[in-house]
């Protein structure tokens, strides 16, 4: 076997390996509480909340899951949260999108963990920035009391859904409720501000249960008698519409979906869509996740386009970034991407030769990408990043370059873009290069990762040096020396750990990608992304303040 093929082989067999470990660790997510939890839940004659999502959806159609590793490895002492006791996602109902926010009564009965309260904000941010339709499938005990100080006062914690409930109504995003079990103290705000309230018998919507309202004024109620789905249809007049069980509450909702009005969609162009040309699982071979090792992002461009046509934007400058113009799913695209092959270039003026290294973004690629940037915005054109950076060029001739103001630049254009930006980690996001290519604090519409991802200020060898260099010398002020085994250890320990945080797990289980995503389906992935940013017609005055020109 060649080497380019016996390098393709071996590719595709690490990438097929972390799949699987990826997709089996989902399927015991998704198990939310587990079995028992699951019996009790059908006990009570509900439903879980996958179960509740899957008859939601039209038939024939998936659920994109957002979120499902969000508080992974989190909260252990108080034994778990799986997806941190809420599934979100996008979905087809009555053959339009909306944005799903199921509590999972199987995990600690939906109580709100501290990244309960941020999962649901994040699909709220999703759904407001694309103008998504919200459907909220309500079974939750409240706050996490233990964890109460860090679900309750903050920007992103509880409050903050109701605050977007009100601000999703006053910008005119449906929002619609069903109440199918436990809604309990604040979390009783949130059907209420929504547009429709449905309610299943046998729920309960109260600002206080039956014990606290005994302790507190020393009333004896029944849970129905207080907040029940007959008092709230005969009585207070909360909800609108009284449903025997989940089934038919489901079947209602549907309806009402079927009802809601079609504002118009975005300025972006859209054309039929064409299949791209090659498979997608092709880029399991063409893509390493190894460092030292080279690959062509055109190659992986091309099994996610539309015909697998890709007009480059000044190939032939700054080629470290590759910039362009695509379809994808028949959207118009701006694609920028870290290209990881070494290359070999013309010093200005001297036409000397010198080796610019894959990954790593240099003072002209950061030019061209600002400009490229620029073009998308002022042509309407959404943004699709690819990540796969090192970080900025660094070193004597970098700096007298102007490696500074080019990053700046650029840093700027992505942080005033307007467009809707979509952005992949592929492999590796590194220091300030991971701010370049759009990470999550500019405003991403959604973030993806690869399981091949990594996440972090700088690579886990270089980070292990500079954490054990540090350690060295502060024991050695303490008057103790280390021998060349201890320092192994030591970097290794050091290594370790820097390396399980910059897993995409880690990184999801904090919300700071929306999904790991499997790269075969990464063109599947940008379409939904992009059909979503195509429901929202308004697009900002663009405008980037002062360039370092």
């Not at 020393?218 to 789905?229: I, N, V």
Request: proline share 4%.
């Amino acid at each position: 076997m060649d080497p380019k093929a016996a390098a393709f082989v071996k590719n595709g067999r690490e990438m097929v390996d972390r799949l699987t470990q990826i997709k089996n660790e989902e399927e015991r997510i998704r198990q939310g509480g587990g079995a028992k939890a699951i019996e009790a839940q059908h006990k009570k004659g509900r439903l879980t909340a996958r179960e509740r999502v899957a008859l939601l959806i039209d038939p024939g159609t998936e659920f994109f899951e957002l979120g499902l590793y969000a508080a992974f490895e989190m909260y252990e002492e108080w034994g778990g949260a799986p997806a941190a006791g809420v599934v979100t996602g996008l979905g087809h109902v009555s053959g339009r999108r909306v944005m799903i926010v199921a509590n999972d009564a199987t995990v600690k009965a939906g109580a709100f963990f501290p990244m309960t309260a941020k999962k649901v904000i994040r699909a709220q941010n999703i759904a407001i920035e694309n103008r998504i339709p919200a459907i909220y499938l309500v079974d939750s005990a409240g706050i996490f009391l233990p964890l109460q100080e860090d679900v309750f006062p903050d920007t992103d914690d509880f409050g903050r859904v109701f605050r977007n409930n009100a601000v999703m109504s006053a910008m005119g995003i449906p929002q619609i409720t069903a109440i199918m079990g436990m809604c309990v103290a604040g979390g009783a705000y949130l059907p209420v501000m929504c547009d429709h309230i449905l309610m299943t018998d046998g729920s309960g919507l109260f600002l206080a249960g039956p014990a606290l309202v005994q302790a507190a004024i020393g009333q004896k109620t029944s849970a129905e008698e207080l907040g029940g789905a007959e008092m709230h249809a005969q009585l207070s007049g909360t909800i609108d519409f009284r449903e025997p069980d989940d089934e038919a509450c489901l079947r209602r909702l549907r309806a009402l979906v079927d009802k809601i009005g079609h504002p118009p969609g975005a300025p972006f162009d859209h054309k039929p869509a064409e299949p791209s040309v090659y498979a997608g699982e092709e880029i399991y071979g063409i893509f390493s996740a190894d460092p030292a090792r080279q690959y062509d992002m055109r190659d992986v461009i091309a099994r996610i386009v539309d015909g697998s046509r890709f007009e480059e934007y000044r190939a032939e400058y700054g080629q470290t970034l590759v910039c362009g113009y695509a379809r994808i799913g028949g959207w118009a695209v701006g694609i920028v991407a870290n290209q990881k092959k070494n290359v070999t270039v013309a010093a200005a003026g001297t036409g000397e030769k010198r080796m610019e290294f894959g990954g790593v973004i240099y003072t002209e690629a950061a030019d061209k990408a600002a400009r490229f940037i620029l073009d998308c915005n002022q042509n309407l054109i959404p943004l699709v990043f690819l990540h796969d950076v090192n970080g900025f060029m660094i070193g004597k001739e970098a700096e007298a370059s102007g490696i500074i103001r080019a990053g700046a630049k650029m840093v700027n254009a992505v942080a005033n873009s307007v467009v809707p930006k979509i952005a992949v980690i592929c492999g590796g996001s590194f220091g300030a290069g991971h701010y370049a290519m759009c990470g999550k604090a500019y405003d991403p519409r959604f973030i993806f990762a690869w399981p091949t991802a990594r996440y972090a200020v700088m690579s886990g060898d270089s980070a292990a040096g500079t954490l054990v260099e540090i350690k060295i010398k502060q024991l050695e002020r303490e008057g103790k020396k280390l021998g060349a085994a201890e320092k192994k250890k030591l970097y290794e320990s050091t290594r370790e750990n820097y390396e399980h945080q910059s897993d995409p797990r880690y990184a999801a289980a904090r919300l700071w990608v929306d999904a790991i995503i499997d790269p075969a389906r990464t063109r599947e992935a940008l379409i939904e992304a992009l059909d979503s940013a195509g429901l929202n017609p308004h697009v900002a005055e663009f405008k980037t303040g002062v360039l370092q020109t």
